[in-house]
């Protein structure tokens, strides 16, 4: 079941247990280079409609609390009146596997509730042995679809990079999104070795749909 959902700014990163919050976004996205570094913060977006894909692959357990803060700062980030999804990157998709909301501002009883729910949802996310994201970006292009907005739509894949296989995924985003209309970020997080290993894959994946990727370095 989707989840309808408010969120207030600036107050839900505290509240998340085991995630050490990053900083709000506060770079120009007109300024944001093809691949930006491990220490940089998110661009903002000005796009009206954002999906983030959370990779939930084994080999994300080390990152997995980071990556979640990672989403949760960007939402705070967020213009008022933005909507937003999560879709959860699992092998076998299950329903209630996607959270859906709208940012506002403000410091009302209702938009504290909504920003519990959201964090709930991320609390009981876990990582699993193995991933398969083609369902995943099928869920986030067809959340896409469904607003009526002909622009102003972004996916951000949120991964370590890891994926059974690249080819598949190429093709999948080559027939979703023709048209271009939909930008395609990739967070790619890790330990700083895996960083500076050129990851050729993710930053095409990003460049070909109008997108960036964002290096983003383990925390100790």
């Not at 076998?92 to 209702?110: E, N, S």
């Not at 994201?133 to 972004?154: I, M, N, V, W, Y």
């Amino acid at each position: 079941m989707r989840k309808a959902i408010a969120i207030t700014t600036g107050i839900f990163l505290g509240l998340m247990l085991g995630c050490s919050g990053a900083p709000s976004a506060k770079q120009s996205a007109s300024a944001a280079p093809a691949t930006q570094a491990a220490t940089s913060k998110a661009a903002p977006t000005d796009a009206r409609h954002v999906v983030y894909i959370l990779d939930c692959s084994g080999s994300m357990i080390p990152v997995f609390d980071q990556a979640k803060s990672e989403i949760l700062s960007s939402i705070d980030a967020l213009p008022e009146g933005k909507s937003f999804s999560i879709v959860l990157m699992r092998l076998k998709p299950a329903p209630g596997d996607h959270f859906t909301g709208i940012h506002f501002t403000g410091m009302t009883a209702k938009a504290r509730v909504a920003e519990k729910a959201l964090i709930e949802f991320l609390n009981e996310v876990v990582a699993e042995d193995k991933t398969d994201p083609l369902p995943a970006l099928d869920a986030a292009f067809d959340l896409l679809s469904s607003q009526t907005d002909s622009e102003g739509k972004k996916i951000i894949v949120i991964t370590d990079g890891v994926f059974p296989d690249n080819k598949l995924v190429e093709n999948l985003l080559r027939q979703r999104n023709k048209r271009g209309q939909v930008s395609l970020d990739v967070w790619c997080i890790g330990p700083k070795e895996w960083l500076e290993q050129a990851n050729r894959f993710l930053r095409g994946m990003a460049q070909a749909n109008g997108g960036v990727l964002r290096l983003i370095e383990e925390h100790e």
